[in-house]
C-alpha cells in the first residue's frame, strides 16, 4: 500500500513511515521542515512543502495516483508556544488541516488516519480517584494547542459525515523511546517531558525533581500513559490496514486512543529508568509547580478490539532506546 504521510519528517511520522517501510509499504512523506528533519527523509520519497499547498498536494497525487490512504501528523506541537500564539497554532494546525482536507478530497481520496492527543479530555472528572478515560470521556481540553486537536476532530467529523473522506483519529498518549533501529528519533536534544528532565538528570548528575507527591495515585506520584513510539507506529500499521473494516464506506469517522492502558506514575518512571541506564539518578520530592495535575491513563479496550492492537514494549524498552537515541542523535543529525 501506498501511504502519504504528511508530516513524515518529524518524531512520530518518520517512525511511522519505517513501520511502513519495514511492512513492505510505500511511505510518501509530505513536510514542510518546520520542525521535521531532512535527515529523516533520507531514502524515502519525499516533497517538501506545505500540507496548505494545493498545487504541491495535486502534484503529490498525480504523480502518486496509487496512494491509498493518508497520515496526518503535520502539526505544531508546543504547548507553551500555542498559549503565547494562539493565532499562529489555529491557523497551522486547524486552518492548514480545512486546507489540506480540502486537497485530499479534491483529489479522491477516501482514507485519513488523524494524530490527535489524548490531551484533549477532561481529566480527573469521575469519582473515587479513577483516572482512567476511554473514548466517550468528555473533553475539555486544556491549552490553545488541545484545543486545535479537539476542533480538528470535530471539524474532520462534519466533513467525514459530508464527503467521501472516512478519517480516523488516533489519540496519542505520551509517546516515548525511538525507533528501535535508531533510523529516527526525538529531534530536541533536551525535551521537556519527565523523561527528557530525567535525561538531563542522568547526564548531568543533577537531582531530578518530582513535583507533587500527594497526587490521589497509587504512589502519590503524578501519572501519565507513557507509550514506546515504535508501539504508537505499529497502531498506525494496524489502523490503515483494517481501514476498512473499522470505516466502511459511509462510516465517517472514529477515534481510537493509543496508551498502555495502565499508566505510569513518576515514581515508577524513575524506577524504570534507574533499572535501565548505567547511573542512577539522584531524585528529590518538590510541591507540584503550577498548573500540574495528578494526570490520566487510558482504558485501551477499544484498540485492542479494532486494531488488534496491544503495546509490546515495555517502559523500560522506551526509555533504553530513548537513551541509545541520545547517544547518536548528533551523529544523525547536523543540528
Ligand atoms: N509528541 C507528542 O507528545 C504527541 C502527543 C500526542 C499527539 N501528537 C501529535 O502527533 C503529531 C506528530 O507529532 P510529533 O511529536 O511527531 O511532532 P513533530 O514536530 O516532530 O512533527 C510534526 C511534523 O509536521 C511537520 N509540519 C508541521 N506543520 C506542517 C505543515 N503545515 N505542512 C507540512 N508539514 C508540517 C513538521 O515539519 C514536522 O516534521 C502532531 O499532530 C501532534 O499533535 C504528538
Not at 90 to 118: I, P
Not at 236 to 249: M, N, Q, V, W, Y
Amino acid at each position: 500500500m501506498k501511504v502519504l504521510v504528511a508530516g513524515g519528517a518529524g518524531f512520530i511520522g518518520s517512525t511511522v513511515a519505517s513501520a511502513l517501510v519495514d511492512a513492505g509499504h510505500v511511505p510518501v512523506v509530505l513536510d514542510s521542515l518546520v520542525t521535521g528533519r531532512r535527515e529523516f527523509t533520507e531514502g524515502r520519497i519525499f516533497y517538501e512543502g506545505d500540507i496548505r499547498d494545493g498545487d504541491l498536494v495535486d502534484r503529490v497525487f498525480a504523480e502518486h495516483g496509487d496512494i491509498a490512504a493518508v497520515v496526518h501528523c503535520a502539526a505544531l506541537i508546543v504547548v507553551p508556544d500555542s498559549v503565547a500564539d494562539p493565532i499562529g497554532y489555529y491557523d497551522a494546525n486547524v486552518v492548514a488541516s480545512l486546507e489540506f482536507v480540502r486537497h485530499l478530497v479534491r483529489n479522491g481520496c477516501t482514507r485519513m488516519v488523524f494524530s490527535s492527543s489524548a490531551s484533549i479530555y477532561k481529566t480527573a472528572y469521575k469519582p473515587g480517584g479513577d483516572l482512567t478515560v476511554d473514548e466517550s470521556s468528555p473533553l475539555d481540553p486544556q491549552s490553545p494547542y488541545a484545543r486545535t486537536k479537539a476542533v480538528c476532530e470535530g471539524m474532520f467529523a462534519d466533513i467525514a459525515t459530508a464527503e467521501p473522506l472516512r478519517i480516523l483519529s488516533l489519540r496519542y498518549f505520551n509517546p516515548i523511546g525511538a525507533d528501535p533501529q535508531l533510523r529516527t528519533g526525538l529531534q530536541q536534544r533536551h525535551p521537556s517531558h519527565a523523561l527528557g528532565k530525567m535525561i538531563q538528570a542522568w547526564e548531568s548528575g543533577e537531582p531530578f525533581q518530582i513535583t507533587g507527591v500527594d497526587w490521589p495515585t497509587r504512589d502519590g506520584s503524578g501519572v501519565r500513559d507513557y507509550i514506546h513510539v515504535w508501539d504508537l507506529a505499529a497502531a498506525h500499521l494496524a489502523a490503515l490496514e483494517r481501514f476498512d473494516a473499522i470505516l466502511p464506506a459511509g462510516a465517517g469517522s472514529t477515534a481510537i486512543n493509543l496508551g498502555t492502558g495502565t499508566g505510569t506514575t513518576v515514581r515508577e518512571l524513575v524506577a524504570a529508568f534507574n533499572q535501565v541506564a548505567d547511573m542512577p539518578i539522584k531524585v528529590v520530592e518538590t510541591e507540584p509547580r503550577p498548573g500540574d495535575v495528578a494526570g490520566a491513563y487510558t482504558q485501551s479496550d477499544r484498540a485492542a478490539r479494532l486494531l488488534g492492537w496491544k503495546p509490546q514494549l515495555s517502559i523500560a524498552d522506551g526509555i533504553a532506546d530513548s537513551l541509545k537515541w541520545v547517544r547518536v542523535r548528533d551523529t544523525r543529525l547536523t543540528s
